[in-house]
Structure formats: structure tokens, C-alpha cells
């Protein structure tokens, strides 16, 4: 019995929870400087839980079968965005205090939306799918919304709960067409009882359309992607850090389990929206990020175009397919959280840097940085030797394993549309000429330092010794 | 032979200088270090790549100095690097050029010498690299990684519309290469292999072979530049300031040249074979029409790049031939091609940097104010043109040869290509050079100084070397280049 518990308490979800009303309280005792703390409570906890993970078994999970799934791929993705959760925590620290944003609330915000995209990444049943998924978003909701004196950060706030609760009807409204059609929530039961037929009927295509489209909003696929740029503009800059680096981990391990477990059989049915909705990605990510003067909605066009090339992967579908989105989520992941490391110190006449064009001159007065966000945007736009460049190949090998030569052809093409708007950024820091130095400065933590150096190290070197990563994720099962 | 890793230490010399470069703070006092670091770095790799020159074995045509690591686990991508008798001299022409090109930026460049420099060794890692990789993911990756330097270099320290010529530069050429990376991939697809060394049989079937072609030729015949796809390359040349537009056509250019003969030719023999009389008919069309253009111009370096274009369609129809004139005319004449359009850029980099203009009008009559410098641009107008006794003329001549045994249109074509070398580079020369001086502002230019001496003597002597001892080149090529065409013939024969 007391084994039993002690168990209990250390699956990692669990853990966490509790760590986190931890960490409520505990912000809420203290006096003096109750954010820093619990921020640096918080990444402890997100590290233990990491530890946790890593030496998790199946053993634990037994009684919760029927709710949470457990595979390499699962504790992969949770890693990931354990990582990016602590990752973004560091770099946010410094950006709050100095917009005096010193609510103890983020963190655990935070932490309570990490909690639900661990769980939406394990689930394997519908309802607690959907449970999970309106715990982060209910966390992000409120993050998005919590510079209250801000009308841009209300809004954007408001904007995302209105579309994320519509989004959320939506995706609702097809489980239980699921459930009406198949008597099941879980995903194994809904798999064993849907290969029985050779196609599906109308009201599980219909459900199945349903939950894609509640799917696509979380990934934030086009068409449903116009919440992105909107809120990644609105939220505090920190807070759309955190949306560009971990939701999306969380979201596209979804998508993918949602596909690959239940429907696995109905391939044809879901891959003809999935490759709507990639190349629809690709080109828009890329398009309408040509004309953005505002880094963050860059950004957000940026991180649609990323979605686009992880859903060719699911297209493909094959243990490639797998592959190449665990190693394109690394490096999407690590790429932002270097921009947004930069991001977050750099300040133009004591604002923190919102306009591309404040970045004129930055190669004179700060060459490293201007050097770094070089190098993550050439890797952000595919361009070898760096990081993003493995990622999209592995994407294109898998989509040729499975002879999808037309997407794969789209696919280079909205790379190269998308080169362009990296390459701006490129150009307006070393090409044009800037006739007010010195105004951008750029202060960093140590903390924040290390985890800009060492996502910088990993775009760099990644090509010297690919094997490490790729070794991981070819072993990785759904 | 070597026991040590000769060509990984060529490929990646450049490399550790810029690492060292990196970390000397640049203020007025150390921008001197930085260019001796520089060139020192890349004179250290240029004596090395000697080496391999003197111990090759001229009796071997597969890829000598290997070396070969294991570099993704789950794939059969190596680190596997090579020379063989092709890439032998594309690698020397890469490593003789950069120091040139390192001193020729000595005074000119004011701002920002560091990353100059940097760019530059970084390009001189990547271009030796690309031409030393057996694997074609290493292949491509170097083939990519060209771009960034490039489009800094273009960017940064280039001309008045220098941005719109890095981008289109860079976006052109990067739309031909992702194809060639969906190619790669389907290749690999088809033969888990991406060994060149392996590749270079028969192993696709025909409408697969045509696919990749066009996907290798997307990416080729931008870089080579064909017509008509060269639009890129007079913007590019007239915005890059002088070493860009040097290392431009004399090396990047050949980048292309080069993957025709290892990929297209190497390893989809049938397609090419499909696909000859496209190529020569936009052969022709480019040099015909590259000339007239260039005869049209009044930037000089407008009017080099439009020659270049026209000397590559040279290049195309001699590897297209696929005999061993053609083959060993192609060489040639991209080698000569790399040397003479290289000095000619220095020699507008030398009256540019003393005047700052590149109308031909601005000048004329400079033979009365600087004999020596009349003496060499002569030297590389005429190896331009193809002399006999320079490097332009054998290249060209083996090319006509090999081309008379294909078709005599095509003959007719070059020739006349040739011709209208001859009156656009001379009509430069003259407008020049000759006369009197009319336009005061030149009453007071100098001659070349002693390091515009060091640049351009051994590039005029390396013209007229590769003229006189053709053989020294030839011989080992030679063997290489049989294999390729024997290969070629037996796929074609079956």
C-alpha cells in the first residue's frame, strides 16, 4: 500500500500537480520578491520532472491505462516540453521584472499549462484529451491576458479565449460524434473497433473533421491560424515566447497520436486534410510573413510555416514521418528559444525591441548578437549547416519514402519564399546603413546567457555529431 | 602516399583561421592582424593543396586521399572526402584565388574587415569542401552553405543596388538548389547509397533519370549560369565589390560546370543523353547572345559578366559532347575561364579602386599613364579571347574539335561565339587603354604598386603557363574523365 502510493506520487504528472500549488502557496507566503523565487521554484520542479520522466516505466501508468498512453514517443515530446518550459521560464525572468510584470502568477500559470500538454501529449481517450487541452489553454488564456493594465494584452487575451472556447466547442462536438459512432472514448478501443470496417461512415467523418479543425486551431494550422499573429503580437513578449516555443510541442504531438492511433487505418481520410492544411501552412507561413514589421507577428507567420513542413511529415506517416517531426520539433524548439533569448534582452531606447527596423546597426554596435540571430534565422530558413536545415531534410526524406514528390516540391518552393523574409532580418542588421548608433542595448542574465549559448552551440554543431538526436528519435514508437 | 588527413586539414584550415580571426578584436591597430591572418591562413592552405597536385597519382581515375567516417547513424550518409582528377584543380583554382582575392581587398575594404574576412575563409572552407565531398549530402550541404558568405559579401560590402543583387543571387540560386536536394533524396531512395563514387552506374531507370535530371539541371545550369537563367549573375557581379566578383566567377561558377560532369553526366548517362540538344541550343543561344549583349555594355564589369555567361556556354557544350575533346576542352576552359575573369575583375578592382567608376567612357588612354598595367590587362584580354599561347585558346579549340564530331551548327555556333569574344574584348581594350588620355581626372593615375604586382604577375603567368604546358593540367584529368565517358557509352550502348 505504501509502495503504492509512493508511487504514485512520482508519475511525473502527479508530481507536478502537486509541485505546482506548491509553488502557488509558496508565492503567495512570500513577501519579498515572490516572483523571482517561485520562477526559480518552478524551474526546479520542471527539472525534477524531467528526471521523473526520463525514469519513468510503464508500471506506474497500469491504473490509468484507459486514460494516458505511455511510449518512447510520449516521454519524448514531454521532455521537449519540459525543456522548453524551463528554457522559457529562464529567459522570461529579466523581461518581467523589467516591464514590472511581478506577478508571481506567471510561473505557476506556467506550470499549470505545462501540466496539461503532458497530459494532452499522453492522453489515449478522448475525454481526457480534451481535459488536458482546456488545462493548458485555460492557463494560457489567463497568461495571455495578464499585463491587466495593457488594452493589447486584453485583447489578445479575449481573442484567444473566444476563438480557443469556439475551437474547443468544435473539437467537443466531434468527439462525441466519435463516441456516438464508435461506443468508444479510448483510443486503442476506438482503433480495435473501427478496423473491423473498410471505410467510415458520414458521422465519424464528420467527427473526424470536426476534431481536425479543433486540432488544427491548436496547432494553428491555416485556415484556423488567425488567432497567431493577433495574440503573439498582444501577449507581453515573454508570454508569446512561451506560446511559439511549448503549446506547439504539445499540439503537434496530438495531432500526430490523434491520427496515428485511432485512425490509423483511414489513412486516405485524414491525410487529405492534413496535406490541405500543410500546404496551405507552408505558403501563407511564408507569404505573409514578407510583409510584417513587427517582429512577433513575423514570428507567429514564421512558426505557421514551421507547422506546415511538421504536417508533410504526418502526411508521410511512416516511422520516417516519425522521426523527422521529433527532430524538426527539437529544432524548432531550440531555434526559438535562442530568438526569443535574444529577444527578451534586447532594448531600444529603454523599449523593449518590437520593430524589425530597430535592429538597423545592431551588427555594428553588438556583432555576436547580430551574428547569432544571423545564424538562427538562416537555420530557421532550412539554409545547411545549421540545425533547421537537418530538420526539413528528414522531413523531405520521409515524404519521399512515401512518394509524395508534389508536396515535396512545394515544400522546397515555400522554403525559398520563406528564405527571403529570414533574410530581411539579415539585411536590415548588416545591410542598411543606420545613422543612430548605440541605442539598442542589450542586457542579459547569466542564466539566460547559458541558455542562449547552449541552444546556439546545438544549431551550430548539431551537424558534427547528428547522431545523438537521431538515434533517440529513430527509436521512438507512437 | 600521405598517412595524414590532407585534404579534411585543406577543407578545414581556412576554418580555424576564422575561428582565430573571430576572437582578435578589430579596432583601427588590429585590422592589420586580421588581414595577415587572413592571408596567411589562406596562403598555408594554397601550399597545401600544392601538394596534393605533386603527390597525385596520374595513374589512378577513382578518388585518391580518401577518408571516410561514419557521420549519421541511421542513414548511409559518411563524412567522405576525395580528390580526383576533376575536382583536383577546381580545389588548386579555389585555393590560388583566395589569397588573391584576401590581398586584393587589402586597402578597399574600410569597414567591417573582420567579418570580411571571415566570410571570406568561410567561403574558402566550403568551396574546397564542396568540391572534395564523395557523399552528396556533404556535396549539397557545402553547395548550400556557398550562399551564406556570398550574400554577405554582396550585401555588406557591395555597390549601390547591392541588396536587390544578394537577394536575387541568393534566392535564385537557392530555388535550383532545394531542388536538387528533393533529387538527392529520391537518388538515395532508390540505392541507399550516396556514394558519387557509387552512384557513377546506371542505377535509375529512365523516366526517373529524366526527373533528376531536370531537378540537377534546375540548380546547375542557375549556377553555371545558362541562358536563361543568368540574370542573376551581371547583378551580382556589379554590386559585389572586387574579391566577391573574382571568387564569383572564378570559382562559383565552375560550381556548376562541375556538378554537370559528376552528376548529370556521371550518373543519369541516359537522360543526358535525352536532354543534349537542349543544352546545346541554349548553349548557343547564350553565347551568341551573351556577346551582342556585352558588346552593348558600358559597365565594364556589366560587360566581364556578360562574357563569363558566354565563356560557360563554352564549358556546356564541351561536357555535353561527352568526348574526351569536349570533356578536356571544358576543363579547360573553366580552369582558364577561373583565372582569366578572375584577373580581369582584379583589373577593374585596380583602376575602380584609384578612379570609382566602371563607365567605360570615364576612361581611356590609361596605357599613357600606366604601361604595366596596359601590359597585363592585355595578357588576360587576350586569354579572354583565346590567343593561342594563353589558357583561353586550348580550352576553346578542344571544344570546337570535340564539337566537330557532334555537329557542325554547333561548331558554327562557338565559332562564332568565339569572333564576337574577340570584337567585344578588344573594343574594351581599346576604349581603354589606347588613345589619348581626354578626361583630366585621369591625368594623375598611377601604375600598379607592388602588391597589385603580387596579385596579378602570377595569374598572368599561370595564363600563359596553361597555354604553353596544356599537358601539366591535362594528364591528371585525363584518366578521370575516360572513366566518365566510358561509363557514359555503356549505359548509352545498352
Known sequence: MLNNIYNIFFIPEIFLACSSFVCLLFGLFLKKNAFRQTSNLAVFVLLLTILLVYNDSESNFANYKSLFSHSSFINFFKILALLGSIASIIISKDYFLGIKLKNFEIPVLFLFSTLGMMLMIASNNLMSMYLAIELQSLSLYVAAAIKRDSISSAESGVKYFILGALSSGILLYGFSLIYGFTGSMNFDDISFYLSKYDNLNLGLIFGLVFVMVGLAFKVSAVPFHMWTPDVYEGAPNSITGFFAIVPKIAAVALIYRFCLVPFENFYLEWSQIILFLSIASMFLGAIAAIAQSNIKRLLAYSSIGHIGYILIALVAANDDGIKAASIYMFSYMIMNVAIFAILLSLKVKNEYLINISDLKGLSKSNPIVSLSISIIMLSMAGIPPFIGFFGKFYVFIAAIEQELYVLSVLGVLASVISAFYYLRIIKIMYFDESKSEGIINFQISFQSKIILSLSLFLIICFIFYPSLLINISASLTI | ?494
Not at chain 2, 585534404?7 to 584550415?13: A, D, G, N, W
Not at chain 2, 582565430?20 to 597545401?48: H, P, V
Not at chain 2, 570559382?251 to 541516359?270: A, C, N, Q, T
Open chain 2, 1 to 494: 602516399m600521405i598517412d595524414w588527413p590532407l585534404v579534411s586539414v585543406i577543407i578545414f584550415l581556412p576554418l580555424i583561421g576564422a575561428l582565430i580571426i573571430l576572437f582578435i578584436k578589430e579596432d583601427e591597430l588590429t585590422s592589420i592582424n586580421i588581414k595577415w591572418a587572413a592571408l596567411l591562413t589562406t596562403s598555408g592552405t594554397f601550399i597545401l593543396s600544392l601538394i596534393l597536385w605533386l603527390q597525385f597519382d596520374y595513374s589512378n581515375p577513382s578518388y585518391q586521399y580518401e577518408e571516410k567516417f561514419r557521420w549519421f547513424d541511421d542513414f548511409n550518409f559518411f563524412y567522405h572526402v576525395g580528390v580526383d582528377g576533376i575536382s583536383l584543380f577546381m580545389i588548386l583554382l579555389s585555393t590560388f584565388l583566395t589569397p588573391l582575392c584576401i590581398l586584393a581587398s587589402w586597402n578597399n575594404i574600410k569597414k567591417r574587415v573582420k567579418e570580411y574576412m571571415l566570410s571570406f575563409l568561410f567561403l574558402e572552407t566550403v568551396m574546397i569542401g564542396m568540391f572534395a565531398s564523395i557523399d552528396i549530402l556533404l556535396f549539397y550541404i557545402f553547395f548550400e552553405a556557398v550562399l551564406i558568405p556570398m550574400y554577405l559579401i554582396i550585401g555588406i560590402w557591395g555597390g549601390n543596388r547591392r541588396i536587390y543583387a544578394s537577394f536575387k543571387f541568393f534566392l535564385y540560386t537557392l530555388l535550383g538548389s532545394v531542388l536538387m536536394l528533393i533529387a538527392i533524396i529520391v537518388m538515395y531512395r532508390n540505392t541507399s547509397s550516396m556514394s558519387i563514387e557509387f552512384l557513377q552506374g546506371n542505377y535509375f531507370s529512365y523516366n526517373t533519370q529524366l526527373f533528376l535530371w531536370l531537378a540537377f539541371f534546375a540548380s546547375f545550369a542557375v549556377k553555371i549560369p545558362m541562358w536563361p537563367f543568368h540574370t542573376w549573375l551581371p547583378d551580382a557581379h556589379v554590386e559585389a565589390p572586387t574579391a566577391g566578383s573574382v571568387i564569383l566567377a572564378g570559382v562559383l561558377l565552375k560550381m556548376g560546370g562541375y556538378g554537370f560532369i559528376r552528376f548529370s553526366l556521371g550518373m543519369l548517362p541516359e537522360a543526358t543523353e535525352f536532354f543534349i540538344p537542349l543544352i546545346m541550343t541554349l548553349s548557343i543561344v547564350a553565347i551568341v547572345y551573351t556577346s551582342l549583349v556585352a558588346l552593348a555594355q558600358t559597365d565594364i564589369k556589366k560587360l566581364i559578366a556578360y562574357s563569363s555567361v558566354a565563356h560557360m556556354g563554352i564549358v556546356t557544350i564541351g561536357i555535353f559532347l561527352v568526348n574526351q575533346q569536349g570533356l578536356e576542352g571544358a576543363m579547360m576552359q573553366m580552369i582558364s575561364h577561373g583565372l582569366v575573369s578572375a584577373a580581369l575583375f582584379l583589373c577593374v578592382g585596380v583602376i575602380y579602386d584609384r578612379m570609382h567608376t566602371r563607365e567605360i567612357e570615364f576612361y581611356g588612354g590609361l596605357v599613357q599613364r600606366m604601361p604595366l598595367y596596359a601590359t597585363v590587362f592585355m595578357i588576360f584580354m587576350l586569354g579572354s579571347v583565346g590567343l593561342p599561347g594563353t589558357s583561353g585558346f586550348i580550352g576553346e579549340f578542344l571544344v570546337i574539335v570535340g564539337a566537330f564530331k557532334f555537329s557542325s551548327y554547333v561548331v558554327i555556333g562557338a565559332a562564332f561565339g568565339i569572333i564576337l569574344s574577340a570584337v567585344y574584348m578588344l573594343y574594351l581594350y581599346k576604349r581603354i587603354i589606347f588613345g589619348t588620355i581626354t578626361n583630366n581626372k585621369l591625368a594623375d593615375i598611377l601604375d600598379i604598386n607592388t602588391r597589385e604586382k603580387i596579385i596579378l604577375i602570377p595569374l598572368a603567368i599561370s595564363v600563359i603557363l596553361l597555354g604553353i604546358f596544356p599537358n601539366l593540367f591535362l594528364d591528371p584529368m585525363r584518366l578521370s574523365l575516360e572513366l566518365i565517358i566510358t561509363n557514359y557509352e555503356i549505359a548509352n550502348a545498352k
